[in-house]
């Protein structure tokens, strides 16, 4: 990633992926106030920990008192949405209908992570996926293949996956090496163990009135479990998703929209897009540009989803820089009823989500209540 970014370690300036990649309006000239003082940020009290839902399929049960409603007073800064302290619930609540299955019938959901070539941050991921099924008792099994593997290669190790019935959910990680072919790859995954959700029946059920996919893409679902689980209303608000990648934006607009929001996509080709976002109840920021979204871009009291993790110059940090979102915080926490930081809101959540949709496939395959 770090090869990618130019900068001037001596600047305060914006951080971005290479200028050409970024959409017309993506701002140039005037820092965030964050960059220019890396160790000033707005902190909010730490919510209760959120009261446990009767089911991991229901829609969970708001934050407590304190938290009955994630818009407050443009007076005050905005109320953190802290994805670690969800994330950790809902491992606590997968861990507990794991043990469950297993005393009941004896199975114990599988998940196989296949990854092709060496990359070091597809390794690290891998890690803590298989970390995170660990810590829950969900078995996870690995397989590692050479970068020159071929597209026949993959595609035998997923078949033979596809018919293991101690696998239920498979993860082909991405990105795969530039001569393979994405879609060739993730069509060969069962639709039944297709735990990211990528797979296009998947998104086409999405996206269709009155059916449900299997599986919902994990970041844009723990976008979703965080609205949910702090009380935002959603029904009949008006919302925007900035960015409509096949992965994030995309989905999370469609499932915005099942839930009867309003929605609208702000893409590159976008006009005015500070006046369409700031007319959003619901922003979900998720487009891959550091401090893309200011303060004059946020309707006062709106929630801020940020799912953009982007690296910027920090001269006082051991590896000189440090990861920021798609919205500037200091200036959003201002204006916004509730945000998410960065780290530690939507990134967490991301990996919760594979293992919800890991127990979700095993209770299915075993038709298991």
Same mark, same amino acid.
């Given at each position: 990633?770090a090869?990618?970014?130019?900068?001037?370690?001596?600047s305060a300036?914006l951080?971005?992926?290479?200028r050409?990649?970024? +959409?017309?309006?993506?701002?140039r000239l005037r820092?965030?106030?964050a960059?220019?003082?890396?160790r000033r940020?707005?902190v909010a *009290?730490?919510p209760q920990?959120l009261?446990?839902?009767?089911?991991?399929d229901?829609?969970p %049960?708001?934050? @407590?008192?304190?938290?009955d409603? *994630?818009?407050?007073?443009?007076d005050?800064? *905005?109320?953190?949405?802290?994805?670690?302290?969800?994330?950790?619930q809902?491992?606590?609540e997968?861990?507990v =209908?794991?043990t469950r299955?297993?005393? @009941?019938?004896g199975?114990?959901?599988?998940?196989?992570?296949?990854?092709?070539?060496?990359r070091?941050?597809?390794?690290?991921?891998?890690r803590n996926k298989?970390k %995170?099924?660990?810590?829950v008792g969900?078995?996870s099994?690995?397989?590692n293949?050479p970068?020159?593997?071929?597209?026949? =290669?993959?595609?035998k190790?997923i078949?033979s996956?596809?018919s293991?019935?101690?696998?239920?959910g498979?993860?082909v990680?991405?990105?795969l090496?530039?001569?393979?072919?994405d879609?060739?790859?993730?069509?060969?995954?069962s639709?039944?163990?297709?735990?990211?959700?990528?797979?296009?029946l998947?998104?086409?059920?999405?996206a269709?009135?009155?059916?449900?996919?299997?599986?919902? +893409?994990?970041?844009?679902?723990?976008?979703? =479990?965080?609205?949910h689980?702090y009380g935002?209303?959603?029904?009949g608000k008006r919302a925007?998703?900035?960015?409509?990648s /096949?992965i994030v #934006?995309?989905p999370a607009?469609l499932?915005?929209?099942?839930?009867n %929001?309003t929605v609208?996509?702000?893409h590159s080709?976008t006009?005015?897009?500070e006046?369409?976002t700031?007319? *959003?109840?619901?922003?979900? @920021?998720?487009v891959?540009v %550091? /401090?893309l979204?200011?303060?004059?871009?946020?309707?006062?009291?709106?929630?801020i989803?940020d799912?953009?993790i982007n690296?910027v110059?920090?001269?006082e940090s +051991?590896?000189?820089?440090?990861?920021? #979102?798609?919205?500037?915080? =200091?200036?959003?926490?201002?204006?916004?009823?509730?945000i998410t930081?960065v780290?530690?809101?939507?990134?967490?959540?991301t990996?919760?989500?594979l293992?919800? /949709?890991?127990?979700?496939?095993a209770?299915?395959?075993?038709?298991?209540k």
């Amino acid at each position: 990633m770090a090869s990618s970014i130019l900068s001037d370690c001596s600047s305060a300036c914006l951080l971005p992926l290479r200028r050409a990649l970024l +959409p017309p309006w993506a701002p140039r000239l005037r820092p965030c106030p964050a960059l220019a003082h890396p160790r000033r940020l707005l902190v909010a *009290a730490r919510p209760q920990l959120l009261p446990r839902p009767r089911r991991m399929d229901s829609a969970p %049960a708001a934050i @407590a008192s304190s938290a009955d409603s *994630a818009t407050v007073s443009a007076d005050a800064p *905005a109320k953190v949405i802290d994805g670690k302290l969800v994330a950790k619930q809902v491992r606590e609540e997968i861990a507990v =209908e794991v043990t469950r299955m297993k005393d @009941a019938i004896g199975i114990v959901p599988g998940l196989v992570v296949i990854l092709v070539g060496s990359r070091k941050d597809s390794q690290t991921y891998v890690r803590n996926k298989k970390k %995170a099924c660990e810590a829950v008792g969900i078995k996870s099994y690995e397989v590692n293949l050479p970068e020159d593997s071929s597209e026949e =290669e993959v595609i035998k190790h997923i078949a033979s996956f596809n018919s293991d019935p101690s696998v239920h959910g498979i993860l082909v990680q991405l990105p795969l090496p530039r001569h393979m072919n994405d879609e060739t790859i993730l069509n060969a995954v069962s639709i039944e163990k297709d735990v990211d959700g990528f797979h296009p029946l998947n998104i086409g059920r999405l996206a269709m009135q009155g059916r449900d996919p299997f599986f919902v +893409p994990c970041t844009p679902k723990g976008c979703m =479990e965080l609205l949910h689980r702090y009380g935002v209303e959603i029904k009949g608000k008006r919302a925007v998703v900035i960015g409509r990648s /096949n992965i994030v #934006g995309m989905p999370a607009a469609l499932l915005l929209q099942k839930a009867n %929001a309003t929605v609208s996509i702000v893409h590159s080709q976008t006009k005015n897009p500070e006046k369409i976002t700031r007319q *959003a109840d619901i922003v979900i @920021a998720a487009v891959g540009v %550091a /401090n893309l979204v200011r303060e004059n871009w946020i309707k006062p009291g709106a929630t801020i989803i940020d799912v953009g993790i982007n690296p910027v110059d920090d001269p006082e940090s +051991p590896r000189c820089y440090r990861l920021v #979102g798609d919205v500037c915080y =200091e200036e959003a926490s201002k204006v916004a009823g509730a945000i998410t930081p960065v780290p530690g809101g939507v990134g967490p959540m991301t990996i919760a989500m594979l293992l919800s /949709n890991t127990l979700e496939a095993a209770k299915r395959i075993h038709k298991f209540k």
